[in-house]
């Protein structure tokens, strides 16, 4: 009997497609003749009158249509098609809006772009999870030691991926202007289906079947990339952009080139822009900011609105929306779910979306279904028949259960309830699923519906007017063949202002910059302050022009930073065709011009006069063009990085490496002639090399420098003992004897190799340099996606990962979520309490205002009931919780709030949890060790670890994620880690195993499956049944979630009471209250929670003539709850909750933490290595940089000699390996940023305190430094000849490593005192240059002004550094000078060189040594020995080097200070 049922709907079905196929082509040979007749027709008064008319007569028949549709209520209707409810008056006008809209663009030759789809044999495959192991930082040497293996190479099978099959067999159709449903629980395949029929097919290892649009095969289709775009559920946007930026921006790029006429582009985009906001309720929003987990702004209902608006702008011909109604509630998501059937009715686009948790109002909007379990299709065809085709398998309904919770439930074997007389003849596994579906004869009539359809297309061809209209779209700038709506120059443009917006909208990083180049600048000038033009200002000199060129490049390192961030939205926005990657890097580059001009001349202002430079006009403007140049170049060379890299700790690894060789080979430190052939190609393509030459040849040439005071021999108590200056020279490359003035020229040449004939080519090639960055920038940008194309991919532990889509494996599970469910209540024991606030509001400044977010609310939540907190998106549900659970840090809250009658202790929010909206997790770890962590910190510490660990494992069981406990959850952001409703389960599950005494909920069941919410509701109702009392916001309940409800707190906009108090049997406490206030009564089949929102004007358009605040303070009910709450605060009630619980457990003191210091510190210590173990790029890239780079220093300065000109290297390859050390910060610093986030959101619920993360943050990292600072000393240390004793050996290596870990504990001292990492970058250059400049190395001692000399110089701790390792180094050479290395003079005739310079050898350090008799010519050796040196120019001594390392641990143990104290005064969020 059954069988025939089914058999008629098929018959039925058929008839009614077939009359519907004839009624269209009827309807298209009609449309066909018209348009013959209109081309013979040249009556054109004619044609305007019968157009007029007929557009009368079209408004005249919708009105009749309008009150039918009143009159009716759908009581007519295809058996396919699901009740629908009637349109109301803003529907309709909406629908009149776009029919006008359409047939106005008809008129002007517009094309339809009526596009289906057609999918048949459907298979992707994916990579399977025992090939997806988490990396650490052992990987790098199995890879290393697999590569090594000789065996490795005689195995056929190395190289094999185990595969499975995301999707399996699929076939289906929709045809345009229609909508299909996919439903199916997470990890069925839906998204994947949608990414596929979105041609996002990059993700997958192959995707067999063909997929068709129109009668465009997917291999043609990629042309076409804007004309079907794929919508996720996350919502990815500039944060601090506001609504309006945003969708203009949008509306910039996909505005068409043929429109209306008159209507020019501006119009266009306002009318567009008010349309979609209104239809949205964005309107009031516009100026606000769009916000994200970090970033106040909009609600999370309203941001998803905005996505949803953002996709709308981009006029797709066929959308797959993905889970696109998670965050709304349900009167705003009914109502977008209206608008998508408007739009696919009147604008032909064709509507493929997958909901979570749909109701029946929301399923009957659509035409078809499609319904995946594991990867294979278990149900495809009419709305209307699928229910019964699964009631006719055997399976049960529950009343009120919505048709899709009922369908998706039938995946789920916890769920499904089979009739009586069908027990073992169902379906079981997905496989048997899919049998009976193709065995069906429902599936013949769909396929043989297919193939009509697809014959139709070929006879129609709509391709010819999609192509059409397509061409007609693109502005008339842009190539024809490009798949982009707007040219590559309106693209850069919108790119540009956007950017500007960005850029300019963050004054405070932009003040911070500003102010960090003010004060440099005057640092440098007072270190440089007026140079004179002696041979004592020629070094000093270039220091200055040094200084100021390692300024400029180090102030776009910050870029590197910036572009990691939107790498998803350019992601999605290259897939909604809005721009080319490229075009969005060009917009960077052109919005570096200006402010990089204007930081440039600041810069330059300042330096140039105060270093005392050559006053010409022409020399001051080549100054600044060269350093604009540069820092051009170093910001596309710095993007750079960032693009041709997968993560930011390997970009600036990169950097740091890189860095260290534009220093090397700058050709400052280290002049050309000292440059060993393996290394010196880089000073040829070093960009900072070609500006320190064109900066020296503009500032040296034509100039005389004199040596009055320095020419050598001299005698400073006598001055006629070398009165005959002919035997004199300048101690200076490029003097000539017998002259006290050195040509600037002459100096450049002899000193550092540089041709004064060159300054414009060595100019000119820095642009080069920046034109060459900007081409491979956009190579990158253009070919590399880093993103995994917004696809997720599980990695697990070794030999831990699952077998997926496995019917055994499948078997397996279920049994384990069924045996969990069956033994639930056995597990649970709960703590609760009486919970109560009264009078809350909340008030936060805007603009100079204060604006009031909640207003007078209040309530209580007693242990054993469950209460539901509901309201229309922005009313202020998780404004409430987060005052509340005392989460909020900003604005005023005034009321009170009390606990078992008193006021709230320092352990309230330890011993409650909150489920935030936003999923924050750690994503180094496994599923199990977060859960695993929470509960070690935050149940109470005389619970057995056992215990802790077998109750995460029951929450495992319990939220369904068992096979993924040693999954790592990664981040969306690299697309490794588990997906999007998975982490939302994760969230709920670290608050569950904290077993907190109250709990709150804030949309627990967003983003989930109607099976997973229903699972979680449950565990919810079990838990206040065990005594936790629980407050939930939940925005589109089903009508069986609904009933586990025992209390409802409705809210209004701007955070008023609409109602509190009980809900009833069947609602019908709730109900009768609001039918009391004339609002039409609920059937019993209605969603109560649906119709309450009805009912307020809830929604987007929903609109209500009752003041319903008003009405609730006016009625008997809330008399009620004021007398309740006076009665909650006497003992006599109080009794009733909390005696038992006080007896058990005495009044002990309030803690504000589960666990003591030491517990904490060790806990956070042992997650945080388990973090630094598997970040490869982090620690091994560290690693590598520190070897790399000692190797490239060590050979740099490669066995170095005993002559003078060596000593300076050895001074130069101690600088730079200080240098080395100060980089580290770079790389500290965005871990510490990124942990202090997660420490924020921690510490909030009372994880463990601010002490115990920043000492564990602190010693995390010292086993890291050490190592790297050893792998850099192994590489450097012998390579450059320095002194090997035993004792010199350890002291260098012990005072490196103890600077390292100084650094690094610094930049995390920096880290915790900046509000955001670009604040911390802005300041860095002071405290780089302080550290670089003032450590005596570049600007002795002597030569530093009083001001720097006496109290700056002596605080720097990098001076105590090089002064113990340079004394170390120099003190056991003998200096022997090379015969470049002399300064040559001849002696007076009947002088030798000894007689003759011995008064000048009494005063002077060194020797002379006669390098020709028989001309008397003279050689001077300006040291004798090492410690000439830093005795005599320094004014360092040996003696002091481990008075220098105590003074170092001294700075250290002053940084561990910083870092409490910071963390301490950051460590609550602005919220």
């Known amino acids: 009997?059954?069988?025939?049922?089914?058999?008629?709907?098929?018959?039925?079905?058929?008839?009614?497609?077939?009359?519907?196929?004839?009624?269209?082509?009827?309807?298209?040979?009609?449309?066909?003749?018209?348009?013959?007749?209109?081309?013979?027709?040249?009556?054109?008064?004619?044609?305007?009158?019968?157009?007029?008319?007929?557009?009368?007569?079209?408004?005249?028949?919708?009105?009749?249509?309008?009150?039918?549709?009143?009159?009716?209520?759908?009581?007519?209707?295809?058996?396919?098609?699901?009740?629908?409810?009637?349109?109301?008056?803003?529907?309709?006008?909406?629908?009149?809006?776009?029919?006008?809209?359409?047939?106005?663009?008809?008129?002007?030759?517009?094309?339809?772009?009526?596009?289906?789809?057609?999918?048949?044999?459907?298979?992707?495959?994916?990579?399977?999870?025992?090939?997806?192991?988490?990396?650490?930082?052992?990987?790098?040497?199995?890879?290393?030691?697999?590569?090594?293996?000789?065996?490795?190479?005689?195995?056929?099978?190395?190289?094999?991926?185990?595969?499975?099959?995301?999707?399996?067999?699929?076939?289906?159709?929709?045809?345009?202007?229609?909508?299909?449903l996919v439903l199916g629980r997470p990890g069925a395949g839906c998204s994947t289906l949608l990414r596929v029929i979105a041609n996002q097919r990059e993700s997958y290892i192959s995707v067999d079947g063909d997929v068709t649009y129109g009668n465009i095969p997917a291999s043609d289709w990629s042309r076409y990339r804007g004309e079907t775009i794929y919508t996720g559920e996350e919502d990815i946007h500039h944060p601090t952009l506001t609504v309006r930026e945003t969708l203009d921006f949008t509306l910039k790029l996909k505005t068409p080139g043929s429109r209306l006429p008159e209507e020019s582009k501006r119009n266009f985009r306002t009318k567009i822009y008010e349309l979609l906001v209104s239809m949205y309720g964005l309107v009031n929003q516009g100026d606000t900011m769009v916000g994200n987990e970090f970033v106040r702004g909009l609600s999370g209902g309203e941001r998803k609105r905005m996505t949803i608006t953002e996709a709308m702008v981009s006029g797709s011909s066929i959308t797959?929306?993905?889970?696109?109604?998670?965050?709304?509630?349900?009167?705003?998501?009914?109502?977008?779910?209206?608008?998508?059937?408007?739009?696919?009715?009147?604008?032909?686009?064709?509507?493929?979306?997958?909901?979570?948790?749909?109701?029946?109002?929301?399923?009957?909007?659509?035409?078809?279904?499609?319904?995946?379990?594991?990867?294979?299709?278990?149900?495809?065809?009419?709305?209307?028949?699928?229910?019964?085709?699964?009631?006719?398998?055997?399976?049960?309904?529950?009343?009120?259960?919505?048709?899709?919770?009922?369908?998706?439930?039938?995946?789920?074997?916890?769920?499904?309830?089979?009739?009586?007389?069908?027990?073992?003849r169902v379906p079981e596994t997905s496989a048997d699923l899919e049998d009976a579906w193709k065995k069906s004869q429902l599936y013949q009539s769909m396929k043989h519906s297919q193939l009509e359809y697809e014959k139709a297309v070929e006879q129609q061809q709509p391709s010819v007017d999609f192509k059409e209209q397509v061409l007609n779209e693109k502005s008339r700038t842009t190539s024809k063949s490009s798949e982009y709506s707007s040219s590559f120059y309106a693209q850069a443009i919108a790119l540009t202002q956007r950017q500007l917006s960005l850029t300019w909208g963050?004054?405070?990083?932009?003040?911070?910059?500003?102010l960090t180049i003010v004060v440099l600048s005057f640092i440098f000038g007072g270190i440089y302050f007026q140079q004179p033009l002696t041979t004592d200002g020629l070094f000093t000199r270039g220091g200055a022009i040094f200084s100021s060129i390692i300024f400029m490049c180090i102030l776009t390192q910050g870029e590197l930073h910036h572009s990691f961030v939107g790498r998803r939205i350019l992601q999605k926005h290259k897939s909604y065709a809005l721009y080319r990657p490229s075009a969005y890097f060009v917009s960077q580059v052109l919005i570096d011009l200006p402010f990089i001009f204007v930081q440039t001349f600041l810069h330059s202002i300042i330096v140039y006069f105060m270093y005392g430079l050559d006053y010409r006009a022409d020399k001051f403007f080549i100054f600044c063009f060269t350093l604009i140049g540069v820092s051009l170049s170093s910001?596309?060379?710095?993007?750079?990085?960032?693009?041709?890299?997968?993560?930011?700790?390997t970009a600036?690894?990169?950097?740091?490496?890189?860095?260290?060789?534009?220093?090397?080979?700058?050709?400052?430190?280290?002049?050309?002639?000292?440059?060993?052939?393996?290394?010196?190609?880089?000073?040829?393509?070093?960009?900072?090399?070609?500006?320190?030459?064109?900066?020296?040849?503009?500032?040296?040439?034509?100039?005389?420098?004199?040596?009055?005071?320095?020419?050598?021999?001299?005698?400073?108590?006598?001055?006629?003992?070398?009165?005959?200056?002919?035997?004199?020279?300048?101690?200076?490359?490029?003097?000539?004897?017998?002259?006290?003035?050195?040509?600037?020229?002459?100096?450049?040449?002899?000193?550092?190799?540089?041709?004064?004939?060159?300054?414009a080519l060595n100019v000119v090639v820095i642009f080069l340099f920046w034109l060459f960055y900007i081409a491979l920038n956009i190579f990158a940008v253009e070919y590399f996606d880093w993103t995994s194309g917004g696809y997720t991919h599980k990695v697990y532990k070794q030999g831990k990962a699952p077998k997926l889509n496995d019917v055994e494996e499948e078997r397996n599970q279920n049994q384990i979520v069924k045996k969990a469910t069956d033994n639930m209540k056995d597990t649970l024991k709960m703590r609760g309490g009486l919970f109560s606030w009264k009078s809350i509001s909340y008030t936060v400044p805007v603009a100079g205002t204060n604006k009031l977010l909640l207003d007078d609310v209040m309530g209580w939540i007693k242990p054993g009931q469950m209460t539901a907190l509901m309201g229309s998106s922005g009313a202020g549900k998780t404004t409430l919780l987060d005052v509340l659970a005392k989460r909020k840090t900003m604005g005023t809250v005034t009321g009170e709030s009390l606990l078992n009658g008193k006021p709230l202790e320092i352990d309230f929010e330890r011993i409650t949890g909150y489920v935030?909206?936003?999923?924050?997790?750690?994503?180094?770890?496994?599923?199990?060790?977060?859960?695993?962590?929470?509960?070690?910190?935050?149940?109470?510490?005389?619970?057995?670890?056992?215990?802790?660990?077998q109750y995460v494992e029951h929450v495992l069981e319990m939220m369904e994620m068992k096979h993924l406990?040693?999954?790592?959850?990664?981040?969306?952001?690299?697309?490794?880690?588990?997906?999007?409703?998975?982490?939302?389960?994760?969230?709920?599950?670290?608050?569950?195993?904290?077993?907190?005494?109250?709990?709150?909920?804030?949309?627990?069941?967003?983003?989930?499956?109607?099976?997973?919410?229903?699972?979680?509701?449950?565990?919810?109702?079990?838990?206040?049944?065990?005594?936790?009392?629980?407050?939930?916001?939940?925005?589109?309940?089903?009508?069986?979630?609904?009933?586990?409800?025992?209390?409802?707190?409705?809210?209004?906009?701007?955070?008023?009471?609409?109602?509190?108090?009980?809900?009833?049997?069947?609602?019908?406490?709730?109900?009768?209250?609001?039918?009391?206030?004339?609002?039409?009564?609920?059937?019993?089949?209605?969603?109560?929670?649906?119709?309450?929102?009805?009912?307020?004007?809830?929604?987007?358009?929903?609109?209500?003539?009752?003041?319903?605040?008003?009405?609730?303070?006016?009625?008997?009910?809330?008399?009620?709850?004021?007398?309740?709450?006076?009665?909650?605060?006497?003992?006599?009630?109080?009794?009733k909750y909390i005696l038992t619980s006080e007896m058990e457990h005495g009044n002990e003191a309030p803690r504000e933490f589960a666990n003591g210091f030491l517990t904490q510190f060790i806990e956070v210590y042992k997650r945080l290595n388990i973090i630094y173990y598997r970040d490869v790029f982090y620690t091994m890239g560290s690693f590598a940089q520190s070897a790399v780079s000692g190797l490239v220093i060590g050979f740099t300065f490669y066995d170095l000699q005993n002559s003078s000109s060596d000593q300076q290297q050895r001074i130069f390859m101690s600088w730079e390996a200080m240098i080395l050390g100060v980089l580290l910060i770079y790389l500290v610093l965005p871990m510490f940023f990124i942990q202090k986030e997660y420490f924020k959101r921690d510490t909030a619920s009372k994880y463990y305190s601010w002490h115990a993360f920043s000492l564990a943050m602190i010693a995390v990292e010292i086993p890291y430094v050490v190592l790297s600072s050893t792998l850099f000393f192994i590489t450097t240390y012998w390579t450059s000849g320095i002194d090997s004793t035993a004792s010199a050996n350890f002291y260098y290596w012990l005072m490196h490593t103890m600077f390292s870990v100084y650094i690094v504990s610094f930049a995390q001292a920096l880290g915790a005192a900046c509000v955001n990492i670009a604040i911390s970058i802005a300041a860095l250059p002071i405290i780089l240059f302080y550290l670089f400049l003032l450590c005596g190395v570049q600007v002795p001692p002597p030569t530093m002004s009083s001001f720097y000399q006496d109290w700056l110089y002596h605080l720097n701790?990098?001076?105590?550094?090089?002064?113990?390792?340079?004394?170390?180094?120099?003190?056991?050479?003998?200096?022997?000078?090379?015969?470049?290395?002399?300064?040559?003079?001849?002696?007076?005739?009947?002088?030798?060189?000894?007689?003759?310079?011995?008064?000048?050898?009494?005063?002077?350090?060194?020797?002379?040594?006669?390098?020709?008799?028989?001309?008397?010519?003279?050689?001077?050796?300006?040291?004798?020995?090492?410690?000439?040196?830093?005795?005599?120019?320094?004014?360092?001594?040996?003696?002091?080097?481990?008075?220098?390392?105590?003074?170092?641990?001294?700075?250290?143990?002053?940084?561990?200070?910083?870092?409490?104290?910071?963390?301490?005064?950051?460590q609550k969020p602005r919220r």
């Open 1 to 180: 009997m059954e069988e025939d049922k089914t058999f008629q709907s098929i018959k039925i079905s058929e008839n009614n497609n077939n009359n519907n196929s004839n009624n269209n082509v009827n309807n298209n040979n009609n449309n066909n003749n018209n348009n013959n007749n209109n081309d013979y027709d040249y009556d054109y008064d004619s044609i305007n009158n019968i157009e007029e008319k007929f557009e009368n007569v079209s408004k005249e028949l919708e009105g009749q249509s309008m009150k039918f549709r009143e009159i009716d209520g759908g009581n007519i209707r295809d058996i396919e098609m699901g009740e629908r409810k009637p349109e109301n008056e803003e529907d309709f006008k909406l629908r009149q809006y776009f029919e006008d809209s359409q047939r106005q663009k008809m008129q002007i030759n517009h094309k339809p772009k009526k596009m289906g789809v057609s999918i048949k044999n459907l298979t992707v495959v994916g990579q399977g999870a025992d090939n997806s192991v988490i990396i650490d930082n052992s990987t790098p040497f199995k890879a290393l030691g697999k590569l090594l293996n000789p065996f490795t190479y005689f195995n056929k099978d190395r190289n094999k991926i185990n595969t499975f099959n995301i999707l399996n067999d699929i076939n289906a159709f929709i045809e345009d202007g229609k909508m299909l």
């Open 320 to 424: 797959c929306w993905d889970c696109s109604t998670r965050g709304l509630d349900a009167a705003s998501a009914y109502d977008y779910a209206k608008s998508l059937r408007i739009m696919s009715d009147t604008l032909d686009k064709t509507t493929i979306a997958s909901f979570y948790q749909a109701s029946d109002s929301i399923y009957n909007l659509f035409d078809k279904v499609l319904v995946l379990d594991k990867g294979r299709c278990i149900y495809f065809g009419p709305v209307g028949l699928a229910k019964q085709y699964f009631l006719d398998l055997g399976f049960d309904c529950e009343p009120r259960k919505s048709t899709p919770d009922f369908i998706t439930g039938i995946t789920n074997p916890q769920e499904r309830i089979v009739k009586a007389g069908f027990e073992g």
């Open 506 to 514: 963050d004054k405070f990083t932009l003040t911070s910059r500003f």
């Open 635 to 649: 910001a596309s060379l710095f993007r750079g990085f960032a693009n041709f890299t997968p993560s930011l700790f």
């Open 652 to 759: 600036q690894n990169l950097m740091n490496f890189v860095f260290i060789f534009e220093v090397n080979y700058f050709g400052y430190s280290q002049t050309p002639d000292k440059m060993h052939s393996w290394f010196k190609w880089t000073y040829y393509i070093n960009p900072l090399a070609y500006a320190f030459k064109g900066l020296m040849i503009n500032e040296f040439k034509g100039l005389d420098f004199s040596c009055l005071q320095s020419a050598i021999p001299f005698d400073q108590y006598n001055n006629t003992t070398y009165s005959d200056i002919t035997h004199r020279i300048c101690p200076i490359p490029g003097s000539i004897e017998g002259s006290l003035f050195v040509k600037g020229e002459d100096y450049l040449w002899n000193a550092l190799q540089i041709n004064s004939d060159h300054r």
């Open 916 to 949: 935030e909206q936003m999923d924050v997790h750690n994503p180094g770890l496994t599923v199990r060790e977060a859960l695993r962590f929470s509960a070690k910190l935050r149940q109470e510490p005389w619970i057995p670890l056992e215990e802790k660990y």
């Open 965 to 1135: 406990g040693d999954a790592l959850i990664g981040t969306l952001e690299t697309g490794v880690g588990i997906s999007v409703e998975e982490r939302k389960r994760l969230t709920i599950g670290l608050e569950l195993v904290a077993k907190p005494h109250i709990l709150y909920l804030d949309e627990p069941t967003s983003g989930l499956d109607s099976q997973s919410s229903y699972n979680i509701i449950r565990f919810i109702r079990k838990l206040a049944d065990a005594g936790m009392p629980l407050v939930c916001t939940i925005h589109q309940p089903s009508s069986v979630l609904f009933e586990h409800f025992d209390r409802i707190l409705l809210l209004a906009r701007g955070g008023k009471t609409v109602y509190f108090g009980d809900i009833g049997e069947k609602s019908k406490t709730l109900t009768s209250y609001f039918e009391r206030h004339g609002v039409r009564p609920c059937t019993e089949d209605e969603n109560p929670a649906e119709y309450i929102l009805e009912a307020t004007g809830a929604g987007i358009s929903g609109k209500s003539s009752v003041d319903w605040p008003s009405a609730w303070k006016q009625s008997p009910e809330y008399q009620c709850v004021i007398d309740e709450l006076d009665r909650l605060r006497t003992k006599e009630e109080l009794e």
């Open 1357 to 1466: 701790p990098a001076k105590y550094f090089l002064e113990g390792l340079i004394t170390t180094v120099l003190k056991p050479i003998q200096v022997l000078c090379s015969e470049v290395d002399f300064i040559r003079f001849t002696a007076p005739t009947g002088l030798d060189c000894q007689t003759y310079s011995a008064p000048f050898l009494e005063q002077a350090t060194g020797y002379v040594k006669t390098l020709n008799s028989s001309t008397n010519e003279c050689g001077y050796c300006i040291y004798s020995t090492g410690e000439d040196y830093f005795e005599t120019s320094l004014g360092w001594s040996y003696s002091h080097r481990w008075r220098n390392f105590g003074i170092i641990v001294a700075y250290w143990g002053s940084s561990i200070l910083a870092v409490l104290f910071f963390v301490y005064l950051t």
